[in-house]
């Protein structure tokens, strides 16, 4: 990976801010040889991740959240970090609006992925999409389960 | 980006129709349950979520779909959701990894979904068959 992020944002966390991201990529991605696959697989991996932390961050809803791409040879990374409270082992302290299927959603669409959640000190998603793949990751990080009674995704 | 619309289009008799074009996440979600629950408050036979149009949705948009046809399904109000016959990656991908095609159910085309809202209560589609029918969306 190339030192210097290809882009860098900082933006408020707040659900018009996601929109915003994937404009972004999608302008990375043209001057990269992305299959539009990878592209369709990114945006929607991006989009979890940072509704993540709009979601889950902040509690009071008055923090920001930065997103940094770095294009290498093989493949895009998008790292995704907030600084805020990480994303609640407690069910009950999640959002009613939430599906609960971001993370797994992530897995199953990037090359690789890597979260770092240190409590207290936010949280960092960082994704791996290769210009051209041999395999779905879909396959290798299948999702499970459905919707439950509750209205959160259930494994 | 493109348009984002979400439309609740009353034109078609005992059936609703919501209409959504565009780029949605969790900024359009809330505009999105409220037109479902708009098209459901109305007592229909049955509600259609016409994607045919849409280009990109995340889990948030799940999440509405999937409360709406909870609250169908109480109701014993019909509740398809229909894609179109050329689906955008954005759209079809989500559906189709999450294994919810056989779940909403989703079809391709409106009239087929029209059918089907008028003729099925929702989850009338056996969530057991998910697993034969993952593959529809492709």
């Known amino acids: 990976m190339t030192d210097a992020p290809v882009v860098r944002l900082e933006l408020p966390a707040r659900p018009e801010g996601v929109g915003v991201v994937r404009q972004a990529l999608t302008g990375v991605a043209d001057g990269l040889a992305l299959a539009a696959a990878v592209l369709a697989d990114a945006k929607m991996a991006v989009t979890e991740a940072c509704t993540n932390a709009v979601v889950h961050a902040y509690a009071d809803g008055s923090g920001r959240f930065d997103v940094e791409m770095f294009a290498d040879e093989v493949q895009l990374t998008v790292v995704v970090r907030d600084h805020g409270i990480g994303i609640p082992e407690d069910e009950e302290e999640r959002s009613e609006a939430a599906l609960g299927l971001g993370l797994p959603l992530i897995a199953a669409l990037s090359d690789d992925f890597e979260l770092r959640a240190d409590t207290g000190d936010g949280t960092e998603v960082r994704m791996g999409f290769l210009y051209e793949r041999e395999a779905d990751p879909a396959d290798e990080n299948p999702i499970t389960g459905g919707p439950g009674p509750t209205g959160r995704w259930e494994s | ?138």
Do not use: K, N
């Not at chain 2, 919810?100 to 099925?120: C, G, Q, T």
């Open chain 2, 1 to 138: 980006m493109d348009a984002r619309t979400i439309v609740l289009d009353d034109s078609h008799g005992d059936v609703r129709v919501v209409v959504v074009r565009g780029e949605h996440d969790i900024y359009t979600a809330p505009m999105l349950r409220e037109r479902l629950d708009e098209a459901l408050a109305s007592g229909p036979v049955g509600v259609v979520v016409d994607l045919s149009a849409a280009t990109f949705l995340d889990s948030s948009i799940l999440g509405a779909l999937l409360e709406a046809r909870r609250q169908a399904l109480e109701r014993g109000t019909g509740y398809v959701v229909c894609l179109g016959e050329e689906p955008e990656p954005g759209v079809a991908r989500i559906l189709e990894i999450t294994g919810l095609v056989p779940v909403f159910p989703v079809v391709r085309s409106r009239d087929e979904a029209m059918i089907a809202a008028r003729s099925a209560p929702a989850g009338s589609v056996g969530e057991a068959d998910r697993g034969d029918e993952r593959s529809e969306a492709r």
